[in-house]
């Protein structure tokens, strides 16, 4: 069975082997192992160096290359400047979550149960009202027949 994780590892791998054995070597043999393990072996992720790479794979295999960097790649400067940038967009993101939370399209449970209510009650009509929508019922099935 083709799994998505299967094919990010299959991304992974075609990304680690574009970059060479220079950055396969800094990674821990059972990484390395596990990933062409996983992966998919008669799946070929094609990845064009002319293009964005990033455009070309899955956001899972970006988040797992940038473990690998943070892990194993980045030195201790860029370590700290990798977390700092993780942490900056983790706060954007949880500052866009009020924003879009269906939760709070109503402000409060009154308006909730105002507007159920409102949808339950069927609005009363008066003698009037009812003799008026009877007739132009009546003329309008009078001309449907007429048309047919």
């Known amino acids: 069975m083709v799994d998505n994780f299967n094919i ?7 990304f680690l082997n ?3 054995n220079e950055y396969i ?4 043999n059972n990484v390395y192992e ?3 393990k996983e992966r998919i072996p008669n799946y070929d ?3 064009n160096l002319e293009e964005n790479i990033v455009s070309q794979i899955s956001k899972n295999a970006l988040a797992f290359i940038a473990y690998l960097n943070l892990k194993y790649w980045a030195t201790s400067e860029e370590k700290q400047e ?3 940038i993780y942490k900056e967009n983790d706060s954007k993101n949880e500052s866009l979550k009020p924003k879009f939370n269906p939760g709070k399209i109503f402000k409060n449970d009154n308006d909730i149960k105002q507007t159920e209510i409102k949808a339950l009650i069927k609005e009363e ?5 009812k003799l008026k ?6 003329f309008r099935n009078q001309k449907y027949k007429k048309s047919n």
Do not use: D, H, R
Not at 8 to 14: G, L, P, W
Not at 125 to 129: L, S
Not at 133 to 138: G, Q, V
């Open 25 to 28: 070597y800094k990674l821990p």
């Open 125 to 129: 009509q008066n003698w009037y009202t």
């Open 133 to 138: 929508n009877f007739i132009l019922k009546f």
């Open 8 to 14: 990010m590892f299959n991304e992974v791998y075609s």
């Open 45 to 47: 992720v094609n990845l």
């Open 34 to 36: 596990y990933i062409k």
């Open 18 to 20: 574009l970059l060479g």
């Open 82 to 84: 990798l977390i700092a």
